[in-house]
């Protein structure tokens, strides 16, 4: 399979995932208003900073020093309080999607075809709908919370950092697509990594399931 097939099947089976997470609108947009606010609060804490180094330790403004650190403990604070509301309500919806999927998978499965239960066996079946399920709503849900907060965050940051020194800030976009290529190296080894454990799940509960049934007939067997 290449890449570019891997790419679009992988973007079909996201937005499949959102058409579940879009139920919760509510909850949805309020994790979307809480990103916001927490990212930022992240990129004026930068801010935030420089002023009480500049204000409160080199111009040695004592004033400066106090108004500066209660403007951090503020955004500390409401950092705080928005990254819990985001983290509560996505957790909540991730929650809420993995009974979605489990329930229409569930109807799915039992009007399957004997056929299929032939071709794979009841430790795998029961994997996707435990382990598998699981992964997949919670990246689904976490996801929507990590891009809109780290993106909106890069953005603020960057148009600081430009306003400060933009020499530092073409450095800067010098190094990004380095960046870019170690993160997309190590999304691509974390995916294989996911297939892997996904399948050795159900190779842990196919072998467990042989034991355990193999151990009940030996015991309950009339002839042992």
């Known amino acids: ?8 099947s992988g973007l079909q089976l996201y937005k499949r995932l959102l058409g579940y997470s879009g139920h919760y609108k509510l909850a949805l947009f309020t994790v979307l208003i809480a ?5 930022a609060s992240d990129a004026s804490f930068a801010a935030v900073v420089k002023e009480l ?9 004592p004033d400066g020093a106090i108004l500066y650190t209660v403007y951090m403990l503020i955004l500390v604070s409401v950092r705080g309080l928005a990254t819990f509301i985001a983290a ?9 999607v993995i009974y979605d999927i489990r329930s229409a998978l569930f109807d ?22 435990i382990y598998d399920i699981e992964q997949l709503a919670n990246a689904a849900t976490s996801a929507i919370f990590v891009v809109i907060r780290s993106g909106l965050t890069v953005v603020l940051v960057f148009a600081y950092m430009t306003y400060i020194s933009w020499q530092l800030t073409v450095l800067f976009l010098v190094l990004v697509p380095v960046l870019v ?6 999304s691509h080894r974390l995916r294989k990594a996911s297939e892997n454990i996904q399948q050795s799940i159900g190779e842990i509960t196919r072998s467990e399931e042989r034991r355990v049934g193999k151990e009940c007939r030996s015991r309950w067997s009339p002839y042992h």
Do not use: C, E
């Not at 290529?181 to 190590?186: D, K, Q, S």
């Open 88 to 96: 509560y309500l996505v957790t909540w919806v991730g929650r809420r």
């Open 108 to 129: 799915r499965v039992v009007h399957l075809p004997a056929g299929y239960y032939d071709n794979n066996s009841s430790s795998t079946i029961i994997s996707k709908l």
């Open 35 to 39: 990103s916001i606010v927490a990212a």
């Open 181 to 186: 290529y170690l993160v997309r190296i190590m």
């Open 53 to 61: 180094v500049d204000d409160g330790f080199i111009a040695r403004n």
């Open 1 to 8: 399979m290449s890449d570019s097939h891997q790419a679009v």
